[in-house]
DNA sequence: ATAGGGTTAG
């Protein structure tokens, strides 16, 4: 960038970081830090300082981030968000909260908004919940970002009377909403027990993307409607929009919950030969599952070979377990059970498969009462529900 | 012309 030799301007330095930050390039990242010192750029300029927090943020460097947060004097809710939100991406929840509670007083609504979607991003939906609340009650600018924390947390929790009262803050407070908001409400509402909402919410939209229909697709899966979401994915096709890793899991998801076999092997041929996707484990998971349910355990077994770099992932071997195990295949059980063992044998349900897999034919019956006395329950289990955490 | 926060699977 110095061929010219221009000395890059701040402008050039900020677009570089940005860039390092999306990556992330943590190496390339502090060279331009460097660069940054040497031609007297910094320190005192707020904004290039920012954006080099931003990026050590980004690239999970919050040390090096929060000595710069340290260092600079007044901050601003710019300065403020990028180290709460880096403190939330890498989990640290308490950190996050530390710098929130420094400025609340200030009443910064990005401030809150970030906090809610921090606690969301990390599973308190409880505190995302509170937090929203109070931020209603104080009369706190409720921004896209707040209202989609508040949705998530609600997804998290399942709880339908709240959902009702977060779809009623959506239509009073959010009118300009993006697609962000009706993305996670079409979510909340589908993982809050009414399907008939999200396919209102989905209807109503005029511009959808590619997580509209991978959230409209689970929904329907999730309720049994396996061909419906395969109508919507055909639809998201029509409309131009190109299927991502995780609209495949969700479509092979919905073809394992609705039996569609020869669907299901179709849309991994279509992901892996047009799409160009590299199946990963979850893929590979649902497929042994779709053929495992269907006692179509070799086609299952041969795939998984077929994907062998992904052959140490305890989720595959778990689902052809059961599927071993629905079927009664015996020998193909145990090695897989050997394999969940070698893969984390502290795992206390691999300890369990283990115990059976350690049965020869004939002692399958013994077995299973060893593996009653360890897991302290009954064999019930119901169909499509893995064994391991029923 | 340069800075921040969010949604999908499991």
């Known amino acids: 960038m110095h061929r010219t030799g221009v000395p890059p301007s701040r402008f050039t330095f900020s677009s570089v970081l940005n860039a390092c930050a999306r990556l992330p390039a943590i190496l390339e990242g502090k060279q331009v830090h460097k660069r940054l010192i040497q031609s007297g750029l910094l ?6 300082e920012t ?47 530390s710098v929130f509670d420094c400025v609340r007083e200030t009443e910064d609504a990005s401030c809150w908004a970030a906090m809610v979607a921090c606690y969301a991003q990390n599973g308190c939906a409880k505190e995302a919940i509170d937090m929203y609340m109070e931020m209603r009650a104080r009369e706190v600018k409720i921004s896209d970002v707040a209202i989609v924390g508040a949705l998530s947390a609600c997804t998290q929790l399942g709880d ?25 409400l079409i979510h909340m ?22 997580i509209t229909y991978s959230t409209m697709i689970t929904a329907l899966a999730d309720h049994g409607q396996s061909q419906e979401a395969l109508s919507m994915f055909q639809q998201m096709q029509n409309e131009g929009l190109r ?24 849309s991994f041929e279509l992901m892996t030969s047009v799409f160009g996707i590299r199946p990963l484990a979850e893929h590979v998971t649902c497929m042994v599952d779709l053929l495992g349910r269907a006692g179509q355990l070799e086609r299952a077994y041969n795939l998984v070979m077929e994907n062998v770099e992904l052959a140490n ?23 897989a059970a050997r394999k969940l063992g070698e893969m984390d044998p502290e795992d206390p349900g691999n300890q369990v498969v283990l115990a059976s897999g350690y049965a020869s034919n004939s002692d399958w019956q013994a077995a299973e009462k060893v593996r009653k006395m360890i897991s302290g329950k009954g064999t019930k289990r119901s ?3 893995s064994w391991i955490s029923g």
């Open 43 to 48: 320190p005192n300029n707020k904004i290039v």
């Open 51 to 97: 954006t080099l927090l931003d990026m050590y943020a980004k690239c999970g460097f919050l040390d090096d981030a929060r000595k710069l947060y340290d260092e600079m004097g007044e901050k601003n809710s710019v300065t403020w968000v990028a180290m709460i939100a880096g403190y939330g991406k890498c989990g640290d929840v308490k950190e996050a909260r």
């Open 160 to 184: 339908a009377e709240l959902a009702t009262t977060l779809a009623a803050d959506v239509g009073r407070l959010c009118r300009g909403r993006g697609v962000f908001v009706w993305n996670a």
């Open 189 to 210: 509402h589908a993982k809050c027990g009414s399907l008939d909402l999200a396919r209102k919410e989905f209807n109503a939209m005029k511009e959808r993307d590619v």
């Open 243 to 266: 299927p991502n890793e995780v609209t495949f899991i969700s479509i092979l998801n919905a073809c394992s919950h609705g039996g569609l076999v020869k669907e299901g092997c179709e």
């Open 313 to 335: 992932d305890p989720g595959i071997w778990g689902a052809f377990h059961a599927a071993c195990r629905l079927h009664g295949d015996v020998e193909m059980g145990e090695m």
């Open 383 to 385: 169909p499509g529900c």
